[in-house]
């Protein structure tokens, strides 16, 4: 086992605070968003004990540090393990399936967009399904309502704005109404959008029901932000979910989602293929997002497994990850690599290292069993069943 340094992200949304909080560094005034884990070619890991980023030590045997049966799955680490810290809200978004990664992928290629131009959606061939684990509460936005759900929401909101909406959703009676409205919105023109967003914020803002207070002051706050975006609409479509420390969501392929506020551990599988729906500057690929988001109403599948021999396994069904949260008081054993482990509280001693808040391990494959010692909660992220 070796010690595992991460890379940090700044992006705008980020906390301040939070991950120098759990990483005992000072913070520095910029926000701190992302801490990634793992062997990501943009930023992969620096591993300690032999002063390399960990793709290039996993590229150098790759039998001994994944195992033959992973190697040969996946070529190399197929996850990464990300602290995720957001003070404001992140985009609109969807990933794609796999079929639909490689079918765009290979058009957007045929069409000699560069990889990293900005209008580029598929930057790589890959699905890009996720599972976000509370740290603190923890706002999200995922899958769309159910419609008549929705409708008593909206109609708690006091704008004739939202009339043509409201009449969509009555003489609807199945998602192909979600299908048109969401392409209705993401296809305003750059004023009708500012008019219905702006008049729907300013509702939001004023006190009503307790019915929709949670969503209308997440529409308020959100116009706040994005002035004019249609996001602030269609967020009111979809479900507001508060996730406690321990809970977590999975997020397959077509969920349009959001986080919105707070601190978590995120697992997903080595991608970069975000369609984005709004509230962003990025580039929008209305007919591709529309091609790829999934419009059936979902109950959002919030997760708190129970702790069993000191492990709480939350239900990660892809092949490219599994993730493990360890309550550790004196010995404990836990299956060994490849894996990442990252201590979140306390301090507990892997094999000959010590984690302590923060910290992060590396265990290949030639590792099948870790030894833990001592009191703390650690995480850890390693591949999934072959199915899933």
Known sequence: MQLLEGVIRHYDWGSVESIPQLLGV???????????????????????????????????????????????????????????????????????????????????????????????????????????????EFDALCGFRDPSATLAILDTIDTAALDPIRAQIRGSSDTQGLDTLLGHLLMLSVDDAAALSESVAAACRVDGPALGRAERAMAAALGDRYPGDPGVVIALLLNLVTLAPGEALFLGAGNLHSYLRGTGVEIMANSDN????????????????????????????????????????????????????????GDHRIAGGPAILLCIDGAVEAGEHLLDRGAAAWSSAEESEIELSGRGTVFRAGVGAPNG
Do not use: M
């Open 26 to 136: 000072p913070a520095t005034g910029e926000p701190w968003a992302e801490l990634w884990l793992g062997a990501h070619p943009s930023a992969p890991s620096a591993v300690g004990g032999v002063a390399a980023p960990l793709d290039a030590v996993i590229a150098a045997d790759p039998i001994a540090a994944l195992g033959a049966e992973v190697a040969e799955r996946f070529g190399g680490l197929p996850f990464l393990l990300k602290v995720l810290a957001a003070d404001a809200p992140l985009s609109l978004q969807a990933h794609p399936s796999i079929p639909g990664a490689e079918a765009g992928f290979d058009r957007e290629d045929e069409a000699g967009i560069p990889i990293d131009a900005p209008n580029r959606s598929f930057r790589d061939r890959n699905h890009k399904p996720e599972l976000i684990c509370a740290l603190t």
């Open 274 to 329: 975000v369609l984005r729906g709004g509230l962003t500057s990025k580039h929008v690929d209305v007919e591709t997002l529309l091609a790829v988001v999934d419009t059936v109403p979902v109950e959002p599948a919030v997760q708190h497994p129970s702790i069993v021999d000191g492990v709480a396994t939350y239900d990660t069904p892809v092949p490219e990850f599994s993730l493990q949260r360890v309550e550790v008081d």
